[in-house]
């Protein structure tokens, strides 16, 4: 083997082991973004299934319905309050509560956004006192 051979063989080799690396590299930016993602979707998912489970579960309180509606509706602001206190989300997810439009109840929004380049993730479930008994004629009338 030539002195030339030699030289062509070792920029080669050198060039394509840089390539192969660059592919690991993002490769394992790609699985720690997924990692990411999937976490984030996780808290989505379990901070909606608490705020369920708790208005499931949660004796009936007056002071989560508006008294002044003459049909059954929640008090957006004691909703809000009661929820934030008692149910802690984590630290990359944020909630919103958004009174539905054709007054059926109230849509929490939860959204996060990873570190990663992509984009936010979304949940939206819609809350009504009737989904949880809460509009039942001894409930109202307390």
């Not at 973004?33 to 989505?44: M, N, S, Y």
């Not at 934030?84 to 929490?108: F, N």
Request: aromatic share 6%.
């Amino acid at each position: 083997m030539t002195l030339v051979e030699l030289v062509v063989s070792s920029v080669v080799l050198a060039g394509s082991s840089s390539a192969a690396l660059g592919v690991w590299n993002q490769a394992a930016i790609e699985i720690q973004g997924a990692k990411q993602w999937e976490e984030l979707a996780l808290q989505l998912e379990s901070s909606r299934i608490a705020t369920h489970r708790w208005l499931q579960s949660a004796p009936v309180s007056a002071d989560l319905l508006d008294p002044r509606s003459p049909d059954c509706r929640f008090n957006g602001t004691a909703l809000e309050t009661a929820v934030v206190d008692r149910l802690p989300i984590g630290s990359d997810v944020r909630s919103r509560w958004i009174a539905d439009p054709q007054g059926l109840g109230y849509w929490l929004e939860l959204s996060a956004v990873s570190q990663a380049q992509a984009p936010p993730l979304k949940r939206r479930l819609l809350f009504t006192p009737a989904a949880y008994g809460l509009c039942q004629p001894e409930a109202l009338s307390s």
